[in-house]
């Protein structure tokens, strides 16, 4: 009896430790986990990387270039990525360890809510210090081959690089942020499941696993989208007179707001000026080094267009409307005085009327989707408030405000 006993303090005594050590390796190893599975709108091949799918790659295009009527296939795009480095590139997007200081994060200027803008007319980097241009949106930056306002990146990953290391902006060394994720186990190990065959974090791993996640933000299932498709009853009839009125040859929308991403990622010099007493920013002109370009800026989607106010690269209109409008005042009547700018001949004087304006804000408010918006992380390997502290706060008092309403 007694060397029963004994048996079974023995085993109690074994099973504790088991539970203990369990208990330990649980609490010193990485919470933090990297999807197996595509996003959605993308299907897994063969070879575990991840390949766009949609509608459009049904039809064809005048030149290859998503030019034509509703059913137009797109431009040439990236994907091609593992489902582990876009969730990489997801969790470091909205982690401010990227910044010198921890401070703010990719996300910050780019918010899912918001569009993957900022809602601000023109942004703001390290401590808050002004920038010289919005924040262009995220979406469908996959089918394009030129980035920023002035066109000065051609490829995702070169525009990764720019934030991460101006000095006005994230403000990092490629030093500082390789040191930085090293010392982090959680990263450390998030980077070897993206990257099994690569003995250590690089920043070519950083900027593909972020030119992964942002090539999977696509929206393409709009209620426009439905329309184009071939089911008519997705729009009303005031939103298929105001794209009627978009695609006109008096309106002259679509010719550079070319469906279906509502961009042709070419550069207009439109006349758009900066806000008073502000001197004139030109634009795509440094970049090419081509006086034609003065004031020139790259024309911007239209996709979730309602979400990313305020307009144009300087911020100008904060009203959807006050920016369509603007197109309709004339051609040259906001240009500087002292200034002689060649304006791109699709910017004239339509003469819509105030109902024709009022058509195309209302159609503009069908290319609105949002269902493949990626989850913001509760938490991030650094341990710091996801977007950053003050995203974090503003949404911390969101939430407070609705529980204060639904307990009234």
Request: glycine content about 8%; overall charge neutral.
């Amino acid at each position: 009896m007694m060397c029963r006993f004994n048996l079974i303090v023995k085993l109690s005594t074994m099973v504790m430790l088991v539970l203990v050590l369990f208990k330990v390796n649980a609490a010193t190893s990485s919470s933090f986990t990297l999807s197996d599975s595509c996003p959605p709108g993308f299907e897994l091949s063969a070879n575990k990387q991840c390949l766009l799918v949609n509608f459009y790659q049904l039809y064809d295009s005048v030149q290859g270039r998503g030019v034509g009527g509703t059913q137009t296939s797109l431009p040439k795009y990236r994907d091609g990525f593992t489902p582990q480095q876009i969730d990489l590139g997801r969790i470091l997007f909205f982690d401010p360890i990227l910044s010198k200081d921890g401070s703010m994060s990719c996300a910050s200027c780019h918010q899912p809510d918001k569009g993957f803008s900022d809602g601000l007319a023109k942004s703001k980097g390290m401590h808050g210090a002004g920038l010289a241009r919005s924040a262009p949106s995220l979406w469908n930056v996959a089918f394009l081959d030129k980035f920023y306002w002035d066109a000065r990146a051609n490829s995702l990953e070169e525009q990764a690089v720019g934030p991460l290391f101006e000095a006005d902006e994230m403000a990092n060394t490629p030093e500082n942020l390789l040191k930085t994720l090293n010392t982090n186990s959680d990263y450390r190990a998030l980077f070897k499941r993206a990257y099994p065959l690569q003995p250590q974090i690089s920043v070519e791993h950083v900027v593909t696993a972020l030119t992964a996640f942002q090539s999977s933000l696509i929206s393409l299932n709009s209620r426009y989208d439905r329309y184009a498709h071939g089911y008519h009853q997705a729009l009303n009839k005031n939103e298929i007179a105001g794209l009627n009125v978009f695609r006109s040859f008096v309106a002259r929308c679509a010719e550079c707001h070319q469906p279906p991403l509502f961009t042709n990622n070419q550069i207009a010099v439109i006349g758009v000026p900066e806000k008073e007493g502000e001197p004139l920013d030109i634009g795509a002109q440094q970049t090419f080094k081509a006086a034609k370009l003065r004031g020139g800026f790259k024309v911007p989607t239209l996709r979730n267009i309602t979400k990313t106010k305020p307009y144009m690269h300087a911020g100008n209109f904060d009203d959807l409307r006050d920016a369509v409008e603007f197109y309709n005042k004339g051609r040259g009547h906001a240009v500087p005085a002292g200034e002689s700018l060649q304006l791109h001949w699709h910017i004239w004087e339509p003469n819509l009327s105030d109902r024709e304006i009022d058509l195309i804000v209302e159609f503009l408010g069908t290319l609105t989707d949002e269902v493949f918006t990626p989850k913001v992380p509760k938490t991030v390997p650094s341990g710091l408030p996801p977007v950053d502290g003050d995203y974090q706060q503003l949404h911390n008092k969101k939430n407070l405000t609705i529980l204060s309403k639904a307990g009234d």
